[in-house]
């Protein structure tokens, strides 16, 4: 008899996709247990007309997914890991970690740009993203330019660029990949000029605590080189306590067994930004992430940090 293990998943086509991905491997691997899909709407999926930032982040695409765990309607929840908050519900734990897509932020742009980099791009124009983290640092490096919140999945987005509504768009490289939209993807953005977001690029398997069932299932997917820099760049986020309202941005590297780690913290007008970078063995990961944290907040960070929670408290 098989056993019947199920899938949570949000209604988007790019966690769709995601979800189907780890099904298909999940499936091939154990062909005694069938993987179902459950889907459901968040939160972060129905509020389509406030910043993410304004609303607040804690579990703002997992909650809903997280409570089908904890009450048995789902096994487990597959996430894009940069949606998944840094500290989980109790009775929940990060069970995998997958390999990384290309972890980047791409530049997508209205047709009449076409073939130009952000920098070619003439003042004044306007570009969309609802990512704080994305906002700062390209207003740190093109305050000539102008910028413009735009929420709703990839498609949705991408038919507002093309009616004129934005000149370009910053998404992530990976969802535009796995939705196979690389072909309008107009420039990779280089880590000089925007950091991106923790764990970006990688899926992130929820499941609940010492699930003996569950979690010996996902070591044919799980990535170790990955795992290791996104623990990393998850231990950075929490140490500096940031999530959607603070602008946090990062990017690793593994090479042989050392783990090189790069952070950033900006204020949210971009003209203040932080930026350092902490090494060591592949093994500590946490630690890597911590003490660059740590780094940031001596010389600087920490002041931003303050300033910007204190914003969003009033």
């Known amino acids: 008899m098989t056993q019947t293990i199920k899938i949570g998943s949000r209604k988007s086509q790019l966690a769709l996709v995601q979800s189907e991905w780890v099904q ?8 005694d247990f069938t993987f179902p899909i459950e889907t459901m709407s968040t939160q972060g999926d129905k509020i389509l007309d406030v910043a993410l930032a304004k609303i607040g982040d804690k579990g703002l695409f997992t909650k809903e997914l997280e409570e089908a765990m904890l009450a048995g309607v789902i096994d487990f929840a597959v996430h894009s890991l940069k949606d998944l908050p840094t500290h989980l519900p109790q009775g929940l734990m990060l069970g995998a970690i997958t390999k990384r897509e290309d972890p980047s932020d791409a530049l997508v742009l209205n047709a009449h740009h076409q073939g130009k980099t952000i920098a070619d791009l003439p003042p004044g124009s306007v570009i969309g993203t609802s990512s704080l983290r994305r906002l700062a640092q390209l207003r740190h490096h093109f305050p000539e330019l102008q910028f413009k919140d735009v929420r709703g999945n990839v498609n949705t987005r991408l038919a507002k660029l093309d009616s004129g509504d934005y000149d370009g768009l910053i998404l992530a490289a990976a969802g535009l990949k796995r939705l196979g939209f690389a072909d309008r993807i107009g420039q ?3 880590p000089e000029i925007s950091l991106h977001a923790v764990g970006q690029g990688a899926l992130g398997i929820e499941c609940r605590e010492g699930d003996e069932t569950v979690l010996p299932l996902f ?28 602008p946090i941005g990062v990017n690793s590297l593994v090479e042989g067994e050392q783990l090189t780690l790069k952070g950033m913290v900006a204020s949210l007008d971009g003209k ?31 002041e931003i940090l303050d300033r910007i929670f204190a914003e969003f408290r009033q």
Do not use: Y
């Open 24 to 31: 298909a491997e999940l499936s091939q691997a154990h062909p």
């Open 219 to 246: 070591q044919p997917i799980v990535d170790f080189a990955t795992t290791q820099r996104c623990l990393a760049e998850r231990s950075f986020l929490r140490e500096l306590e940031g999530g959607c309202q603070v």
């Open 188 to 190: 990779i953005l280089p």
């Open 272 to 302: 203040t930004l932080i930026k350092g970078e902490w090494q060591g063995h592949i093994n500590e990961p946490e630690a890597i992430g911590m003490e660059l944290a740590r780094d940031l907040k001596a010389r600087g960070a920490q």
